[in-house]
């Protein structure tokens, strides 16, 4: 193999494929190595870890075909040193060694012949399903932060993705809140289909997919065990969970005895200031929701205390209607959530102190998250 390309094109597509790198492997340490290979006059890079696989092209100019895997942490740092320049790589079959010449810097990298590497798949045809690259990622930004991180619980380390006819549906849960995130499709489906995505992969697709600008393709394989989505000059793969996601309506309180709106901001700024203290109180934070006079607006406080180093109160405006009320929440939900809303105002639904929160958007009822409030001791 012979090939020669832009540094900042290599760095770019490094940083594409690099998350997909197994972080450890001792079983296959081919999957701590990403993947070179010619391809129709361009050069392709891949890397996997099993779960997830990311192919990415770049322009390049191919004088020799071929391909070779080199170890990703190295590679990765090395092209970041080069400078902004022409590179030129040439592989010796013979050693499985590939040798970089980059201004007046030359590097050789061992490898591992690309043969041992796992075969990613590429989606064959046009995707199955078409969706705007914005609203997709808006989608998931909204609801795979309250996926589990936990493996001790696998089905809640996946976002519950559901299309039927033009809707789209993304689901997310940890045991303590539950995020869920509605908008339509391009094109309908044939027939309802309800799939679980590794939470992770999806975070990925939507840090691959900020430049994208044509709809990007969704492929789901016949045997139900894989998920493709094609972009402009990158594939992603992700292997689905074959696991029973809980029936998340239940969760979702179907009734309020008080419904406040607020501004995000002042809410995030003020549960910031909260979370200072809140951090070594198990986060706990308490929201004391209370009702407007005739001369005076509603308004929420906001409380944190720690014995070790003091207490926070924040006062703000909002409007509220129905009863007076307290509740704790763990305040590192509760910010999580105002930072991804793309609403000025925000609606807090609450019943009792030992009752869910519900959290939605003004004029937006795509979406809607549930926060499980913590115990207030008296």
């Not at 029973?244 to 003020?270: C, G, M, N, W």
């Amino acid at each position: 193999m012979r090939v020669s390309c832009l540094q900042e094109n290599l760095a770019k597509g490094l940083s594409i494929v690099s998350r997909a790198v197994a972080s450890r492997s001792t079983t296959l340490p081919v999957l701590s190595n990403v993947k070179l290979s010619t391809d129709n006059s361009r050069l392709k890079l891949s890397a996997t870890n099993l779960e997830i696989g990311i192919n990415t092209w770049i322009g390049a100019k191919v004088e020799e075909d071929g391909a070779i895997t080199v170890p990703a942490r190295t590679f990765v740092d090395l092209v970041n040193t080069l400078p902004p320049d022409r590179i030129d790589m040439e592989m010796s079959v013979r050693t499985q060694t590939l040798h970089l010449r980059c201004g007046r810097s030359e590097a050789n990298l061992k490898g591992i012949d690309a043969e041992e590497f796992p075969i990613i798949p590429s989606p064959q045809g046009n995707g199955q399903i078409h969706i705007d690259p914005e609203k997709l990622a808006r989608m998931i930004n909204q609801v795979a932060f309250a996926a589990a991180t936990d493996e001790s619980r696998p089905m809640l380390t996946g976002v519950l993705t559901k299309f039927d006819q033009d809707r789209l549906t993304m689901a997310a849960a940890d045991g303590f809140r539950l995020s869920v995130r509605s908008t339509t499709i391009d094109t309908p489906v044939p027939e309802p289909v309800q799939i679980l995505i590794p939470a992770k992969a999806l975070s990925e697709l939507a840090r691959v997919s900020g430049e994208q600008e044509d709809p990007i393709e969704i492929t789901i394989t016949p045997a139900r065990n894989q998920i493709l989505f094609h972009l402009t000059n990158t594939d992603l793969v992700a292997q689905l969970i074959d696991l029973q996601f809980p029936d998340y309506e239940q969760i979702i309180p179907k009734r309020h005895s008080t419904r406040t709106v607020a501004s995000a901001v002042d809410l995030l700024k003020a549960g910031r200031a909260a979370s200072i203290f809140a951090r070594e109180s198990a986060n706990t934070t308490r929201l004391h929701i209370v009702p407007g006079g005739e001369l005076t607006p509603g308004h929420i406080e906001i409380a944190a205390r720690s014995d070790e180093t003091g207490d926070n109160v924040g006062e703000i405006d909002a409007t509220v209607e129905g009863e007076e009320v307290e509740i704790a929440f763990n305040i590192r939900y509760l910010l999580d959530v105002l930072s991804v809303v793309d609403t000025p105002q925000v609606i807090l639904e609450t019943t009792t102190s030992s009752s869910p929160g519900v959290i939605k958007q003004i004029d937006d009822n795509d979406f809607i998250h549930v926060i499980m409030p913590m115990h207030i001791g008296r």
